[in-house]
């Protein structure tokens, strides 16, 4: 069921509810496709109740499906006719980014980076409405410190497609949550469509081609415009080439076969962000691999079985769709490119699949593929468990004939009869010999398999509290889950959950799996932490079961005593020597039982070779020995 919304100065106004008949558009149209911000058409009548709201520019227009929000634009223009019916055109909120400025930049860092800083420019010279928050980044470049430099003025969009979409790939687009819209560049939207695309089922059409007009066999590359300085000291600019990695060449050929069949076909192309000659060099030949042969191009268009009345999920724009006739020999996985929808017709709606998408390369969509399989292939066991989850609830409820309902009329402190107070759904026509009871009353319903008196194990209540043993959903939303256990990963429906926490710019801090707990950025806090083991500095302090160590010593308990020592062990601090001789401290290692210095049990501090018996204070043996001298000076003694 779809709905059409128009905001205009603060008030919101209904222009297409299916279920009125007085609040529709005509032929309205809505046409989605990767990487361009989309449009919806329709046209509407003079007598529509909302006719004069609609403003060009001002009016943000929406379009629901289900109570789900899966556009949002603005009125680009309007036609009336004689009659005074407008044809309206809308344009995605995508084509926000054309109103903002980028000045001239040099910016070296990742793309999450780039894109988040290219948003927060773009923010501040729009308004409120046509601003986004930096959504889900996963396109990335092996080198993930780019430098990217513009020299001139040009709107957010093109900025982003032109150091974005058209040298990495990938797609940029807008999701909606909360009355906030975030911006996402992904390799593709979200794994498989579940409905498969078969000849003599939806297939529509299918064509294939090839087109030559961007065929390259021979290529002169270049890289960013850097920086240097020359031998007078003077700054200067020269742009990045091949030369110095490619034996004096600045150019790159196919192989001879391929020049056998096409030719020599000359062109230049230049990655403004690559600053190393050799990482140019491997982005060049993979692109003249890849655009060196003339491609087949797939166009594939299907109707979505999900209007016909199948128990199927929906097509979703920019996910990856199995495409399979045999007639054709394909069977090929392809990329939702394109999504027409008729709104007061959905049946008549279609999809379109490329083989090809412009700015795709051969290696990033068999990374997209890769990843979207990995994805589907956790999503579909979920998934599965969840539907059996569903077909055993299912079963229960559908086949429970021979049930009692009873509607109780006795008050259960005086017996007496009164006006029913409460539904019970039981086993046995009897309240007291029951053991199954579902029970309704003024407090909520509750559920019991232990007979009339409870424990109610499942139940949900009137002050808005939900008790459960178990619970299967698809999608679970919450402001606030207190107290019990959370619990993700083991063997059942939750093998393959994730808990991640994110920062405002919605990059992943923190991430719970079955691998264990791992920390990008923030701090850890705790009173006290027990068990396993820890790392810190790369090894410089380390702590397990057996020692705690830093640096080069390490604290350990060994030989009976706790000790605290060097590695080599030359040097030391023992707290119970427990055995008579055993070290108090030393330094000074040599070999075994050697050392410089030497506290131990005996009342002995040993220095070399020189010992000093620990029974007097060392004061009291020096004037000792010194009256042992004055008495020999004397003649007194011996």
Same mark, same amino acid.
């Given at each position: 069921?779809?709905?059409?919304? !128009?905001?205009?100065?603060?008030? @919101?106004?209904?222009?297409?509810?299916?279920?009125?008949?007085?609040?529709?558009?005509?032929?309205? &149209?809505?046409?989605?496709?990767?990487?361009?911000?989309?449009?919806?058409?329709?046209? =509407?009548?003079?007598?529509?109740?909302?006719?004069?709201?609609?403003?060009?520019?001002?009016?943000?227009?929406?379009?629901?499906?289900?109570?789900?929000?899966?556009?949002?634009?603005?009125?680009?223009?309007?036609?009336? *006719?004689?009659?005074?019916?407008?044809?309206?055109?809308?344009?995605?909120?995508?084509?926000?980014?054309?109103?903002?400025?980028?000045?001239?930049?040099?910016?070296?860092?990742?793309?999450?980076?780039?894109?988040?800083?290219?948003?927060?420019?773009?923010?501040?010279?729009?308004?409120?409405?046509?601003?986004?928050?930096?959504?889900?980044? !996963?396109?990335?470049?092996? +080198?993930?410190?780019?430098?990217?430099?513009?020299?001139?003025?040009?709107?957010?969009?093109?900025?982003?497609? @032109?150091?974005?979409?058209?040298?990495?790939?990938?797609?940029?687009?807008?999701?909606?949550?909360?009355?906030?819209?975030?911006?996402?560049?992904?390799?593709?939207?979200?794994?498989?469509?579940?409905?498969?695309? #078969?000849?003599?089922?939806? $297939?529509?059409?299918?064509?294939?081609?090839?087109?030559?007009?961007?065929?390259?066999?021979?290529?002169?590359?270049?890289?960013? /415009?850097?920086?240097?300085?020359?031998?007078?000291?003077?700054?200067?600019?020269?742009?990045?080439?091949?030369?110095?990695? +490619?034996?004096?060449? /600045?150019?790159?050929?196919?192989?001879?076969?391929?020049?056998?069949?096409?030719?020599?076909?000359?062109?230049?192309?230049?990655?403004?962000?690559?600053?190393?000659?050799? #990482?140019?060099?491997? %982005?060049?030949?993979?692109? $003249?691999?890849?655009?060196?042969?003339?491609?087949?191009?797939?166009?594939?268009?299907?109707?979505?079985?999900?209007?016909?009345?199948?128990?199927? &999920?929906?097509?979703?724009?920019?996910?990856?769709?199995?495409?399979?006739?045999?007639?054709?020999?394909?069977?090929?996985?392809?990329?939702?490119?394109?999504?027409?929808?008729?709104?007061?017709?959905?049946?008549?709606?279609?999809?379109?699949?490329?083989?090809?998408?412009?700015?795709?390369?051969?290696?990033?969509?068999?990374?997209?593929?890769?990843?979207?399989?990995?994805?589907?292939?956790?999503? /579909?066991? =979920?998934?599965?468990?969840?539907?059996?989850?569903?077909?055993?609830?299912?079963?229960?409820?559908?086949?429970?004939?021979?049930?009692?309902?009873?509607?109780?009329?006795? +008050?259960?402190?005086?017996?007496?009869?009164?006006?029913?107070?409460?539904?019970? %759904?039981?086993?046995?026509?009897?309240?007291?010999?029951?053991? !199954?009871?579902?029970?309704?009353?003024?407090?909520?319903?509750?559920?019991?398999?232990?007979? =009339?008196?409870?424990?109610?194990?499942?139940?949900?209540?009137?002050?808005?509290?939900?008790?459960?043993?178990?619970?299967?959903?698809?999608?679970?939303?919450?402001?606030?889950?207190?107290?019990?256990?959370?619990?993700?990963?083991?063997?059942?429906?939750?093998?393959?959950?994730?808990?991640?926490?994110?920062?405002?710019?919605?990059?992943? =801090?923190?991430?719970?799996?079955?691998?264990?707990?791992?920390?990008?950025?923030?701090?850890?806090?705790?009173?006290?932490? @027990?068990?396993?083991?820890?790392?810190?500095?790369?090894? $410089?302090?380390?702590? *397990?079961?057996?020692?705690?160590?830093?640096?080069?010593?390490?604290?350990?308990?060994?030989?009976? #005593?706790?000790?605290?020592?060097?590695? /080599?062990?030359?040097?030391?601090?023992?707290?119970?020597?427990?055995?008579?001789?055993?070290?108090?401290?030393?330094?000074?290692?040599?070999?075994?039982? *050697?050392?410089?210095?030497?506290? +131990?049990?005996?009342?002995?501090?040993?220095?070399?070779?020189?010992?000093?018996?620990?029974?007097?204070?060392?004061?009291?043996?020096?004037?000792?020995?010194?009256?042992?001298?004055?008495?020999?000076?004397?003649?007194?003694?011996?």
């Amino acid at each position: 069921m779809y709905r059409i919304t !128009n905001t205009v100065d603060g008030a @919101t106004y209904i222009l297409h509810d299916q279920r009125d008949r007085k609040l529709r558009v005509l032929e309205p &149209r809505l046409s989605l496709t990767i990487n361009k911000s989309g449009g919806l058409t329709f046209r =509407i009548p003079e007598k529509h109740l909302c006719y004069q709201t609609l403003k060009k520019l001002r009016s943000v227009i929406e379009v629901w499906e289900d109570g789900a929000l899966i556009y949002e634009g603005r009125i680009l223009s309007d036609e009336a *006719d004689m009659y005074n019916t407008k044809s309206v055109t809308c344009e995605g909120s995508l084509a926000y980014l054309i109103d903002s400025i980028q000045r001239p930049f040099s910016k070296t860092g990742t793309i999450h980076d780039f894109l988040s800083d290219m948003i927060e420019i773009h923010n501040s010279q729009v308004e409120e409405r046509k601003q986004f928050i930096l959504g889900s980044v !996963n396109v990335a470049d092996e +080198n993930n410190e780019l430098k990217r430099e513009n020299t001139t003025l040009d709107n957010t969009w093109n900025i982003l497609k @032109t150091y974005l979409v058209d040298v990495h790939g990938g797609i940029l687009w807008v999701s909606y949550q909360d009355g906030k819209k975030y911006l996402n560049y992904t390799y593709d939207i979200g794994g498989y469509n579940d409905q498969q695309i #078969r000849f003599g089922v939806n $297939l529509l059409d299918l064509t294939k081609y090839q087109d030559a007009t961007n065929v390259v066999t021979c290529l002169i590359p270049y890289g960013a /415009d850097v920086e240097y300085q020359d031998e007078l000291g003077e700054t200067q600019t020269r742009t990045v080439d091949i030369t110095s990695v +490619n034996d004096g060449q /600045d150019y790159i050929i196919a192989a001879d076969s391929v020049i056998a069949e096409q030719g020599k076909i000359w062109a230049t192309y230049q990655w403004p962000d690559i600053t190393d000659p050799a #990482r140019l060099k491997t %982005v060049a030949e993979q692109f $003249l691999a890849e655009n060196s042969g003339i491609p087949d191009t797939l166009k594939v268009s299907a109707v979505d079985l999900a209007y016909t009345g199948a128990d199927i &999920r929906r097509f979703q724009l920019g996910k990856y769709t199995t495409c399979i006739s045999k007639p054709h020999g394909l069977r090929k996985d392809l990329l939702l490119t394109q999504l027409d929808l008729y709104l007061d017709d959905p049946q008549k709606g279609s999809i379109s699949l490329g083989g090809t998408v412009e700015s795709f390369t051969g290696q990033t969509t068999n990374k997209q593929v890769t990843i979207s399989k990995a994805l589907q292939q956790a999503s /579909d066991q =979920i998934y599965a468990e969840m539907v059996q989850k569903i077909a055993n609830a299912t079963t229960l409820i559908t086949g429970g004939f021979g049930g009692y309902v009873v509607l109780d009329n006795i +008050n259960p402190e005086t017996g007496e009869k009164m006006h029913p107070w409460r539904i019970l %759904v039981m086993n046995t026509p009897d309240k007291n010999t029951a053991q !199954n009871i579902i029970q309704i009353n003024q407090n909520g319903i509750g559920f019991s398999t232990t007979g =009339i008196n409870g424990p109610y194990r499942n139940a949900w209540t009137i002050d808005g509290n939900l008790v459960a043993d178990f619970i299967t959903a698809g999608t679970m939303l919450a402001d606030r889950i207190r107290g019990g256990t959370l619990e993700v990963g083991g063997t059942g429906l939750g093998k393959n959950g994730v808990i991640r926490v994110l920062n405002a710019s919605g990059t992943e =801090i923190v991430r719970m799996d079955i691998n264990g707990v791992t920390i990008r950025q923030g701090k850890l806090n705790a009173p006290k932490i @027990t068990g396993g083991s820890a790392d810190f500095g790369s090894g $410089l302090f380390t702590a *397990d079961d057996n020692a705690v160590t830093v640096g080069g010593f390490e604290a350990r308990y060994d030989w009976g #005593r706790d000790i605290f020592q060097s590695y /080599d062990q030359k040097c030391g601090l023992s707290a119970d020597p427990g055995i008579k001789g055993g070290l108090w401290a030393w330094f000074g290692w040599n070999s075994s039982g *050697d050392f410089d210095v030497v506290i +131990n049990n005996s009342g002995q501090v040993v220095a070399q070779d020189f010992v000093i018996d620990g029974s007097y204070e060392l004061s009291q043996k020096i004037r000792s020995i010194e009256r042992r001298l004055d008495d020999l000076e004397s003649g007194g003694g011996e």
